[in-house]
């Protein structure tokens, strides 16, 4: 019998056998870590998207309350709300005591984490989450001694410093350590970044928000040895400088710029031109869809009724409508399901209204953003299914209902259209030439998900998934 972990790997991550059966002898050691670090222990992997992490393994602690009240195994991680898990998968190293931004059931919690590693790939990373309340923001501080020769080496670059003194300055010793920081640079590790220690001698990788060789001089530096860089670090957005220092026993400054806000309004200005460029793009490529499935009905053409046709293309094109007219619903990326299907709901029901079949539309949805590359194949799939079931599954002017579902899980979103009919017959799709074909076309040509369909005699269930 699968473990859970192998289960939830296999389902949800791109590894192999070999590396599960790896990370399935780490789960079997995560209570005693537990026990043994009196933390919350956790075995995250990155799901398949890339876009994401989903939970392993997970052991509480018998011997401290734990973080959580529930179980967090199968549960998606957002990078933005993680900084530490990030940075280690960015950089496959450890990452030491950094704050969560965002965790269920709104905890407070610090974090570290180290890289899981077969065969040289790293597979996942073991995180060590205790509350904060508890464990404390604890600072480190240098003795009187080291802290006197800090300040007085930072005072000291003053005047070189002089002109990035309003940013976060850092100085490097000779042994790799922070030497010496002004108020910003602690701020900003602290309060922006989720540090909970003070970067003071804290360790240069521990500090790295880039790839390692960034901050070794000499690397891809103009002739006066100073090199700049842009990274994104969670939601900021921070422009480094680099600069060599010829002091005794310091090695180099570092002089961070915080440009979130720059970066932000530079973003909203762009906004309406990206907008509608987006919106040609999305209107050619529903127009090239609905010019597939059309194509599809011509070798049909002989045997289907030009009033049927054009009902129907005049269905697809209300749909595609649907999507258009407030596919900003939510943002300039992403669209509200239940705004599309509510559209779709109201086109099919209107296009319905000649005839005397008394069925009832009705949707059960939860109010979920899909990215708008979605919404135009989402609804033209819906508008097949509700016209195939209104067509077909309510004869001689049976009453009836049909119910669009959607909702979303783990890493899927599932929408499937039901109705209680007399049943759905695979031949009609084949002889119509607008059955289901072509929806199981689209649901993996655009969508790249699965379609699935159950029928009997007491109705029929359509139903489909995709991952974002």
């Known amino acids: 019998m699968n473990s859970i972990t192998r289960t939830l790997c296999q389902k949800y991550t791109n590894l192999t056998d070999e590396e599960i059966t790896h990370l399935e002898e780490y789960a079997s050691m995560l209570q005693a870590l537990a026990n043994a670090e009196e933390a919350d222990v956790f075995i995250d992997c990155r799901s398949m998207t890339g876009k994401t992490a989903i939970v392993v393994a997970e052991a509480k602690p018998q011997t401290v309350p734990s973080n959580y009240s529930i179980p967090i195994l199968g549960m998606l991680i957002n990078w933005h709300d993680e900084p530490a898990v990030d940075r280690t998968f960015r950089f496959e190293k450890p990452t030491r005591r950094m704050c969560a931004v965002h965790m269920p059931e709104d905890r407070n919690v610090i974090q570290t984490v180290e890289p899981l590693f077969y065969n ?9 989450e205790k509350n904060a309340d508890v464990a404390g923001a604890r600072v480190c501080e240098a ?8 300040e007085n080496l930072f005072g000291g670059l003053m005047s070189m410093l002089s002109d990035y003194l309003s940013e976060a300055v850092i100085l490097v010793g000779d042994n790799d350590e922070v030497v010496a920081c002004n108020a910003a640079a602690r701020e900003l590790y602290s309060k922006k970044l989720g540090y909970v220690d003070d970067i003071m001698k804290m360790p240069l990788k521990n500090i ?5 060789e960034y901050f070794l001089p000499g690397s891809s530096m103009n002739g006066s040895g100073i090199r700049k860089r842009e990274v994104k670090v969670s939601t900021h957005s921070l422009r480094y400088t680099t600069i060599p220092v010829y002091a005794d026993h310091i090695k180099f ?19 309406q031109s990206i907008a509608m460029r987006e919106q040609r793009h999305r209107i050619k490529n529903s127009l090239i869809m609905l010019s597939g499935m059309l194509d599809c009905q011509e070798k049909y053409a002989g045997e289907l009724d030009a009033h049927s046709v054009l009902h129907d293309t005049a269905g697809r094109l209300n749909a595609l409508a649907a999507t258009l007219e407030e596919i900003v619903h939510v943002s300039e990326k992403t669209a509200s399901l239940k705004f599309v299907l509510e559209k779709v709901r109201a086109n099919v029901l209107q296009s319905s209204v000649s005839t005397i079949q008394p069925v009832a539309i009705k949707i059960a949805a939860e109010d979920i953003n899909v990215s708008a590359a979605y919404a ?8 097949e299914l509700l016209q195939n079931a209104v067509k077909h599954a309510f004869p001689a002017g049976k009453s009836g209902t049909v119910t669009i579902t959607a909702e979303k899980g783990i890493l899927s979103t599932k929408i499937s259209v039901a109705d209680d009919g007399i049943g759905f017959d695979p031949e009609q799709g084949r002889k119509t030439g607008t059955g289901l074909g072509i929806v199981k076309t689209i649901v993996k040509e655009k969508l790249n998900g699965e379609f699935m369909v159950e029928s009997s005699e007491k109705g029929t269930v359509a139903a489909f998934d995709f991952i974002e």
């Open 143 to 150: 003795d009187d001694g080291s802290k006197d020769v800090a």
């Open 120 to 128: 040289e790939k790293l597979i996942a990373t073991l995180i060590y």
């Open 376 to 383: 135009s194949p989402i609804a033209l799939i819906v508008n």
């Open 253 to 271: 400054a570092i002089i961070i710029e915080d440009v979130t806000e720059l970066r932000e309004q530079e973003k909203h200005s762009g906004a």
């Open 208 to 212: 790295q928000l880039d790839a390692d």
